[in-house]
Each structure stands twice: as structure tokens, then as C-alpha cells.
């Protein structure tokens, strides 16, 4: 185990470069004891049966602790190892499977061939080689709080997204941005085994969110799961630039709208699944790997919900994210609704783009929205997590949506940061930010949020007329004005919106940004990009980068 530990802590102190040692832990003892903890749960998980059949090789040197930390799940970087026949081609980039995922990538993208075409178009080519590991080892008196088994929520209901897009025949295209998950295995150990006690059962939130009588074959409290590895989130390219103290520590204005633009596109796919996210935030929405550099993944889904139109007892019990970025409406306990989601996104995207919110100042944040420009926006979005909701923050979250000073305010940010920057972008986010407000205010007062809904989100989502799909389109419309284009699919285009893009296609002294596919995923809507208009100016090499 002095392996492990060695590697945990190195990897610990990668990660604590964007952060202080001294701000994640208060002591050392603290490390110590994670260190000894996640030394304990790796000899366990690898001397277990499953895993060892599942990963032929099990020596240290395979498993990497993942810069992540979290007070009740390890996260393992793990390479599946193939078949030792196979191996030779992990050097040539050729698609090899590790036996025990091959089947299930083949299910998802229909195909036995190999090397596997679909799979090669939408996702890395290693896929199947580089995965994460996320291990969940609770406390026995872990087992009564509500919130437990959020690894097992979460697989459940990616699963359940997979295979809804298996039986139902849905293009591939349609799974873009959602992570592929493998299997869930129960760890049966003596340290994390619990005895079955009739008085006080075992109960956690099932993915429909009712409270349910936990059953385990093993009484184990721990479980791993398997799943696609991604790349970096949000926040930690925000941590990043907040570490660098870069003058406005905000992604660029078009950075900013391309990942808005991909996160409703998400929701919209989870939405047609009849999935609520329940915690769209930064810290969960990622970019891919590999060729998949440009896609936009919304990943950790053990907050999610499956909703349908059955009549279900729910569970009293708030899941849901960050405060920061939570719906105003599920910081009071309402039933999940998709508009609840789009709300999270619009926070998100707030926040790319002027770094603090409104309502931060209630969640103990240390930063004001006006300070010094070297100092500006700066606050740590670590320090607001875990706080508990304040009702002020649901007051100031339905004030902002209620009056429009909470918008101005946020605005008038938005132009301070840009001082001496490029004013008609500047003006022109403006006036799409306050646009999507508006739209989305105007549909939060027609949403009812207090009762389920009796009819299924998903159902009302397969038709591209209808008014709820509809209204993704708007707010896609609405951030696209931000960009140039020559053309978009009909299914984007009203004959308004058509005439717009026509007029800015025609000026050519309009300096708004093209979409540079090179760098950018446009999210399977078919467009044609002439090879003279300017492109956005995000490098190859970098993501996303800050304003200078």
C-alpha cells in the first residue's frame, strides 16, 4: 500500500496547485487520514474477485489516483487493459477492446466491426482502453442518511439513458456529450460490510426519488463503477485562470456561449429521456478527450431523476447541487422540472462570463463584484460549496427573476469587466444575455412547479413542433447571434431567425465570430461555414483562454 499512498498524495498535490495545501487540508493529520482511507479502499478493490477478473492486470503501476477529491468517493484513472495478443496495437492507434467492455460499446454503437467506424466518429479512439473508476466506500452510519448511494443513482441512470437510446433506435448522434458507463459491482469486504438490522433498514433515493428499502446481495457499502473517461470540467479551467490572477478571470464572450449553447443541448437530450440533471454546474460539465476535445459532456449524475407521469410517493428529501447554481424553484423542494436545469445552465453561463453571482455574497463568498482589476472576480467556487442554501439566496434567486435590477447588475458587470476591450462584442453579449433572460423568465411564469406533472417530460420532447422543444430552439437561437454563419439546418431556422442570419451573412463588415468547427462540436445540427468569414479566435491547443 505504500504504493498507493505515494501516488494518492502525489496526485493530491498536483491538484492542490490550483489551491493552497493549507485551504484543502487544515492539518496535515487530514492527509494523512485521506491518504490511509484511499490506501485501505485500493487494497480492497484490488484484491477483489470482480475486479481482478475484469482488469487482467492489477499490479500499482496501472492504477492512477485522479486529481479529484471528495470526502466520500476515490476516483481511480485506470487503463483496461486488452488481451497481452492484443496489446501491440495500443502503439498504432488502432481500436482495441478490452474483452469485457468490447460487448458493451458494440451495443451502444450497433456495430461488431472492427475497427469500429461509429464509435471512431463520435467518441476517442481509446475509449475503451482509458476509463475511470469511481469508487464509493461508505460508513455504516453513512447507510442512514437519504443521500447515500449516489454511485448507484448515478449508474442506474446512465444506464438508463444507454439503453433507452438502444431500444428506442435513436441516432448516434444523439448521445453526444453523454458519457458511456460499463457495469456497477458491490465489493463484498469486512471493512465496509454491515449487518442487516431489521429496526433501522438499509433505504436510499431510487432514481425516480422515492425512498426504497436498500438490497444487497453482499451488504456491502462499497461499490465501484466504470465509465468513460473525460476531460477537464469548467471549473477547473475557471480555478485555473483564478489561479493565474488574469485580469478578467472569465472565459472569452464567444468561449462562454459555445459551451452555453452545447449544455442545452444536453439537457435537451437528458430532457427527451425523461432525465432531470438536478446539478448543472461547472463542476459538471466537461470536454472530451482525444478527438472529442470539443464536445461538451454533462457527467456526475448521481443528483439526476427519471421522471414520469406515475404516481410515485417521493421522497422528502432535497438532491440537488451547488446552492450557487441550483433553480430557484428546487432550492424550495418542487418537483424536478427541465426548466430547473436550463435555470442551472443560465447561472453557468453567468458565470463563465463575470465569475460571481448575485446571490454569492449569502454564500459566505469574500469577494465583492467590484474590487481592484487585479483582484476582480477572483473568489474561490470551492468556498461556496457544501454551504447550506440560506433562504436569502432563494429570495435573491426569486428576486432576479421577479424584478430586472438583479440582470442590470449583472450586466453592468459584464461591461466594467470589458473595459478596454472589444465594446460591440461586449454590447452584443449584453443584449443575448438580457434576450435569454427575458425568454427564460417569460417561461418559468407559465411552468408549474408545484405538482407533478401529468404528462411525461419525454413525450412532450419527440416532437420537433411542439412548444416545449420548441423553446430549446429558442435559446439557441438567441445565443447564436453571437456567431456568423452562412447557413443552418431548417429544423434551427424560423423565417425571422432565417433573415437575420442572412443579413449578418451579407455584411461584410460585421465582425461577429464564425464557428470554428475545427475547435468546436455544433452540436449535430448540419451547417455550411464559408471558407472566407472569420474564424472564432479560441486556439487549437487551448480549449477555452482568457481575456487579455
Not at 477547473?236 to 464567444?254: A, G, I, N, P, W
Not at 447588475?409 to 470589458?418: C, E, H, S
Request: contains cysteine; hydrophobic residues 35%.
Amino acid at each position: 500500500m505504500d504504493r498507493f499512498s505515494s501516488l494518492i498524495t502525489e496526485e493530491l498535490l498536483k491538484d492542490t496547485d490550483l489551491q493552497e495545501t493549507e485551504n484543502r487540508f487544515e492539518t496535515q493529520k487530514e492527509m494523512e487520514q485521506l491518504q490511509t482511507r484511499a490506501a485501505i479502499i485500493l487494497g480492497i478493490l484490488v484484491n477483489s474477485k470482480d475486479f481482478t477478473q475484469t482488469f487482467l492486470y492489477t499490479n500499482s503501476e496501472d492504477l492512477h489516483v485522479y486529481s479529484h477529491y471528495s470526502k466520500r468517493m476515490v476516483i481511480i484513472d485506470a487503463l483496461t487493459r486488452c488481451a497481452p495478443d492484443q496489446m501491440v496495437n495500443y502503439d498504432t492507434y488502432k481500436f482495441t477492446a478490452h474483452p469485457n467492455f468490447e460487448k458493451k460499446i458494440s451495443a451502444y454503437t450497433r456495430t461488431l466491426d472492427k475497427p469500429n467506424q461509429p464509435l471512431s466518429k463520435n467518441r476517442p479512439w481509446d475509449v475503451a482502453l482509458s476509463i475511470i473508476i469511481k469508487v464509493e466506500a461508505l460508513d455504516h452510519t453513512s447507510e442512514n442518511l437519504t443521500s447515500s448511494r449516489l454511485l448507484l443513482r448515478e449508474y442506474s441512470i446512465l444506464k438508463h439513458i444507454w439503453e433507452s437510446y438502444v431500444r428506442e433506435l435513436i441516432d448516434l448522434d444523439e448521445m453526444t456529450g453523454i458519457p458511456m458507463v460499463f457495469d456497477y459491482t458491490d465489493v463484498p469486504n469486512s471493512v465496509f460490510n454491515y449487518e442487516p438490522n431489521e429496526e433501522h433498514q438499509q433505504k436510499f433515493v431510487d432514481p425516480y426519488g422515492c425512498l426504497m428499502p436498500w438490497k444487497s446481495e453482499f451488504r456491502s457499502t462499497m461499490a465501484y463503477m466504470t465509465m468513460e473517461k473525460l476531460g477537464p470540467n469548467v471549473h477547473y479551467l475557471l480555478e485555473l485562470m483564478v489561479r493565474t490572477r488574469r485580469k478578467t478571470c472569465t472565459f472569452d464572450l464567444d468561449t462562454a456561449f459555445k459551451i452555453f449553447d452545447q449544455i442545452i443541448c444536453r439537457c435537451l437530450q437528458l430532457h427527451k429521456f425523461g432525465v432531470v440533471h438536478n446539478a448543472v454546474e461547472p463542476r459538471n460539465t466537461y470536454f472530451g478527450r482525444s478527438s472529442s476535445f470539443n464536445v461538451v459532456y454533462l457527467a456526475n449524475f448521481g443528483k439526476a431523476m427519471i421522471t414520469d407521469s406515475k404516481e410515485r410517493k417521493m421522497a422528502d428529501v432535497l438532491l440537488g447541487g451547488n446552492p450557487r447554481f441550483t433553480s430557484q424553484y428546487r432550492l424550495r423542494g418542487t418537483y424536478p422540472n427541465p426548466m430547473q436545469d436550463i435555470e442551472s445552465a443560465f447561472y453557468t453561463l453567468l458565470s463563465m462570463i463575470v465569475h460571481n453571482l448575485p446571490w454569492d455574497v449569502f454564500l459566505q463568498s469574500n469577494v465583492t463584484p467590484r474590487q481592484s482589476d487585479l483582484n476582480a472576480n477572483t473568489s474561490n467556487q470551492s468556498d461556496l460549496e457544501g454551504v447550506d442554501p440560506h433562504p436569502k439566496v432563494r429570495e435573491n434567486k426569486f428576486s432576479f427573476w421577479k424584478h430586472p435590477a438583479g440582470i442590470n447588475r449583472v450586466l453592468a458587470d459584464v461591461q466594467y469587466l470589458a473595459v478596454g476591450s472589444d465594446f460591440y462584442h461586449v454590447n452584443l453579449a449584453t443584449e443575448i444575455i438580457k434576450d435569454i433572460y427575458t425568454k427564460l423568465r417569460d417561461q418559468f411564469q407559465q411552468t408549474t412547479y408545484k405538482v407533478k406533472p401529468k404528462t411525461s417530460i419525454a413525450g412532450n420532447l419527440l416532437s420537433q413542433q411542439s412548444a416545449e422543444f420548441q423553446f430549446y430552439f429558442e435559446i439557441r437561437r438567441a445565443t447564436l447571434l453571437f456567431f456568423r454563419f452562412e447557413s443552418l439546418s431548417v429544423s434551427l431556422c424560423t423565417t425571422t431567425y432565417q433573415k437575420k442570419i442572412e443579413a449578418i451573412s451579407r455584411d461584410e463588415q460585421e465582425p461577429r465570430p464564425a464557428w470554428n468547427l475545427s475547435n468546436w462540436c455544433f452540436n449535430v445540427v448540419q451547417m455550411n461555414a464559408p471558407g472566407n468569414m472569420r474564424l472564432s479566435m479560441v486556439p487549437l491547443s487551448m480549449v477555452a483562454r482568457t481575456n487579455e
